[in-house]
T-cell receptor, first 113, second 113 residues
């Protein structure tokens, strides 16, 4: 089954404690992205990757890091989380054409205390 | 820049009512347009899309027509069901940048029996 998986689904942490949210896709997609979803703001792109070792900033990259060492995996790293990073996070992947569908993971709800 | 504006919710309808969720966009050239749906506790999934002017996307009884002259992509369904209760997102991807996907703020639909 074609899918994007994320872990963990729920996470409560404290300010400053480094964390990683994993993302994996099994569709051999080149393009992967991370979004955060906040009420009234829709989805905003954090980072994206066009292929292995190729990443770039989206609209709201501050406080986040990513890496793309393998095609299927695209982890999101918060080196020093802060309460304003409390949000719902989605990983997505796509083949990359302008008409292609993005496939989304189930989401990770992060709370930073 | 590119952006999407969609009707603010929440929207509450009775079963079998007619649904319209308005979406307008700002973009250079001819973007691809999408409607995604998010059911409770899940990630976004593609509902329908249209890739050029006057195209009509349709799926599961939902329709939307790409109107270049009014820069709109309104979502419609003739008879909603309780199972249609979800959050609906309008989105665009510009032709010149596959990574610059833009989402509206989302519209929450509740259908009552």
């Amino acid at each position: 089954e074609a899918q994007v998986t994320q872990n963990p689904r729920y996470l409560i942490t404290v300010t400053g404690k480094k964390l990683t949210v994993t993302c994996s896709q099994n569709m051999n997609h080149e393009y992967m992205s991370w979004y955060r979803q906040d009420p009234g703001l829709g989805l905003r792109q954090i980072y994206y990757s066009m292929n292995v070792e190729v990443t770039d900033k989206g609209d709201v990259p501050e406080g986040y890091k990513v890496s793309r060492k393998e095609k299927r995996n695209f982890p999101l790293i918060l080196e020093s989380p802060s309460p304003n990073q409390t949000s719902l996070y989605f990983c997505a992947s796509t083949l990359g054409g302008v008409t292609d569908t993005q496939y989304f993971g189930p989401g990770t709800r992060l709370t930073v205390l | 820049g590119n952006s999407v504006t969609q009707m603010e919710g929440p929207v509450t309808l009775s079963e079998e009512a007619f649904l319209t969720i308005n979406c307008t966009y700002t973009a250079t050239g001819y973007p691809s347009l999408f409607w995604y749906v998010q059911y409770p506790g899940e990630g976004l999934q593609l509902l329908l899309k249209a890739t050029k002017a006057d195209d009509k996307g349709s799926n599961k009884g939902f329709e939307a027509t790409y109107r270049k002259e009014t820069t709109s992509f309104h979502l419609e369904k003739g008879s909603v069901q309780v199972s249609d209760s979800a959050v609906y997102f309008c989105a665009l991807r510009p032709r010149y940048n596959n990574n610059d996907m833009r989402f509206g703020a989302g519209t929450r639909l509740t259908v009552k029996p």
